[in-house]
């Protein structure tokens, strides 16, 4: 891993900027972390664009780190500043075209949307996490907080060092996802947007029960997909405290 | 108010039984409660049957006293020692029998079940608040927190000093009192036991979504009606501390 940039966010925190291999990232940890004194690490999942969504994301590392934790992510592949592949492209393109036609996205496009995108994204997370661990700051456990929701049951299901996640719920999930929903056993808190314009809230709801895990808890707050309150900050921040001491 | 026994628990609780009319309750203030330090208060809702109920109560109380709160609990009509009226018995005995066959029930039944009770428990909560809120050491705004969730709607709509309540979803709610719920206007935070083997989950989903505020919040966990995990007292405080502050 190349650190590319480092500064020092209101003496609090150390932001470092990264690239592994083809994928960029950042770190945030507490100033506080060091060798002798390593915090547990949180995984902050987004929907892709790390430029646009730097703000946001920042947002919640400060809560995070501020709690004790380290934070990481990275850019999804093809998105921002990462080489665009062709079906993807074509894929949102269709995605674009069917929302504009107030038509319905059928399971064929959200296939195409998001499978090879956990396909390709999870062996990245799980090889920024390698060097993550291996830094003398940063211990295990590690959580995984946001969306996309397909890689967050991915990660889940086959990343054993994941031990709690934090899913924001989408409702672009593919058949073959919500089908390994029952193998992920660890303790989950799931973000429900009620009136999310973008998210089918039975679907939601079907796969919150399809989780194999009975450690689960489901908070629904009105508002649309952008509106989670502030407090569901915090209220992670606990969730994780008490999975990840 | 009359107060028919007082006794310190731990050094940091008061606990007094009272009696108010033919209404018998239990209040519980913090020792650093005073005149010139006085505590809101939150209303222990239950299902009737102190004697039962008392060590579930007190360890809600409890925690709600160490985050600075005054409670208070009342014995439902109907309930405890309080008289029987044959009519609530001949609804209880029904409903008994109706589930013994395996039957649905329907809302007739529930009707007679709850709506007499919501009429003749509401006043009595409103009085004993009238009386609760003359105290020195007690302030307002008031919580409610609890079940019965048809007594908790009724009291959200006709008492205004009611500023935020926590209702644990139950099934058994009237046609009547589900109509009532679009007039609740106070922040919620409604939380459902997702396998509640006496709650009918999509009915608790329906009475949440029929909730007329915007600052509502639903909090799903597994297993049954009498497994919230403890971490939602704690929660519940926190929801409390942003509107009873």
Redesign the interface.
Same mark, same amino acid.
């Given at each position: 891993m190349q650190c590319t940039s480092e500064q020092h966010l209101d003496g609090d925190i150390l932001e470092r900027r990264f690239v592994l291999g083809e994928i960029p990232g950042i770190l945030w940890t507490p100033a506080s972390a060091s060798a002798s004194s390593p915090v547990p690490l949180i995984l902050l999942g987004h929907p892709g664009g790390l430029p646009r969504m730097h703000p946001r994301l920042l947002e919640r590392a400060r809560r995070s780190t501020a709690a004790g934790y380290a934070c990481a992510t990275i850019e999804l592949p093809g998105s921002g500043d990462r080489p665009r592949s062709a079906a993807a492209e074509q894929a949102r393109t269709d995605l674009h075209r069917t929302l504009a036609a107030g038509q319905r996205i059928d399971g064929e496009l959200i296939d195409r949307l998001v499978l090879p995108l956990v396909d390709a994204a999870v062996p990245e997370w799980r090889a920024v996490l390698d060097d993550l661990l291996g830094r003398p700051e940063i211990d295990g456990p590690v959580g995984y907080a946001g969306g996309i929701i397909s890689i967050g049951i991915r990660l889940a299901v086959v990343e054993p060092r994941i031990a709690a996640a934090v899913l924001f719920a989408g409702s672009y999930v593919p058949r073959s996802l919500f089908e390994e929903a029952p193998r992920v056993r660890i303790p989950l808190l799931v973000l429900l947007q009620?009136d999310d314009e973008d998210n089918d809230r039975q679907m939601a +709801?079907d796969l919150?029960?399809a989780f194999g895990t @009975? #450690?689960? @808890? +489901?908070?629904?707050?009105?508002?649309g997909h952008t509106r989670v309150?502030a407090?569901e900050g #915090?209220?992670g921040n !606990?969730f994780f405290a !008490?999975h990840l001491r």
């Open positions: 009620w +709801l919150f029960d @009975t #450690e689960k @808890t +489901l908070h629904a707050n009105m508002g309150p407090f #915090e209220d !606990r !008490r």
